[in-house]
């Protein structure tokens, strides 16, 4: 009995002990299960994230084309400078850089009309801002907005606050021309009347000079002219006069400055000019102010002294506004930033794109490449101006005289195009004053008028 009852206890033993180490067993592999998943996670988690960084990397370096078209090509060298810096700092980007000048509007639309938009194109600033609206991007949150100067950033606005363009420099519009040659036919101060002008002029021409360099082929020259006279007819209100230009209410004849005083001083440069005006461009005026042929420059500003100033270092350069009349108080030097560049909103690298455009106003590099490469005037805030004398005295003229009014940017280059080419028909001959007045007033109207 007792033999019995002792396999019997030790059977319950052994049974709860195989029942026990069952159940340890289950905990032990469901343990081995949680620990297995929590790895094969961990490794998927790891192996995601590497393919992420991976993926990063390789869109980071995958080759890049932006098309930037724009005006300007007296930049050309400094932007290809630009443009060769950035390589360096992005190699996979390749900027497609096209420029040209006098056929700029033209070529631009016809781009835009075949589905074509350049990533970075560019317009004149103030009102032809809304003319490409459609096309452009809203900068207003990106970083070269914050950067920029407030003058700069107001011409540059639409819809309010947005910001649809940046500009590659700040301008001085005016007459730049040669000291010593003034000097030398004994002109002794830059003349601030028209009397006075005229008087120079006939002693340039004696002293063996030709007192002026026009650039006439060019239509661009006009409106860099046109708008200090625009500012001598109406000067508390440029834009005022040009809206009613367009509204069809204001006639040229009704102001003395444009139907007579401009028209005197284009009739001027013709006399004392180049012997073939209309085939005179920006290069041969430049050509003409550095070799000493020319001593005066019509429709040009900062932007020439550099070039002048390859051909002759020694130059002595002088800066003024245009002689309107008999009143020497509307002699005045215009500053502003007449010119826009813009990023196609529906450019297929537009992030790309956007990365650019604000290291060109941010980085250390872009800040100092408008004064160190290209000699303009920087528009963006804290940026040392460059070394030159048309930058030096216009500063100087702003200073003691005040500034005309940046008149180029209340019209579209629709219509500065449109009339440039009705100014180089009236220089050709084949229209009088009277119709190329009426052409510009039918124009403003036609072209401008919304």
Known sequence: MKKKLLCVFLCVAMLSTLLVGCKKTDTDLDKGTTDQTETTDQTKTTDQTETTDQTKDETSNKPVEIYMFITSPEYADAINTLIAAYKEVKPNVTINYETTQ???????????NSGETPDIFSSTSGKEIGVYLDYSKDLSDQPLADAMTDPVKEVMKANGEEVHGFSIKG????????????????VTAFPQTFTDLESACEKIKKA?????????????VFKHAFQHFLYAAQPEDVEGLVKSFVAGKAKIKDYPELYNDFFNFIDLTIKYGDQKPLETDLSAEVAALGSGKSAMVVGQGAWIEADVLKIDPEIQIGFDGYPINEDASVCKVIAGSDQALRVNKDSAVLSDVLDFCNWWYTSDYGKSWFSEVA???P?????TAPDFEVIKQGNALVDSEGAGTLGVVYSTDSF?????????????GTIDKDEACTQIETKWVELEAK
């Open 379 to 383: 528009p963006i805030s804290g940026a």
């Open 375 to 377: 000699g303009v005037i």
């Open 208 to 220: 063996g000079y030709t007192p002026f360099t026009t650039g006439y082929a060019e239509w661009w």
């Open 416 to 428: 500065h195009q449109a009339f440039g080419e009705i100014m180089q028909a009236y220089i050709a």
């Open 171 to 186: 301008n001085f519009f005016g007459i730049v021309y040669n000291k010593a040659i003034l000097k030398e036919a004994g």
């Open 102 to 112: 006098n056929d700029y509007p033209t070529l631009l639309k016809a781009k835009l």
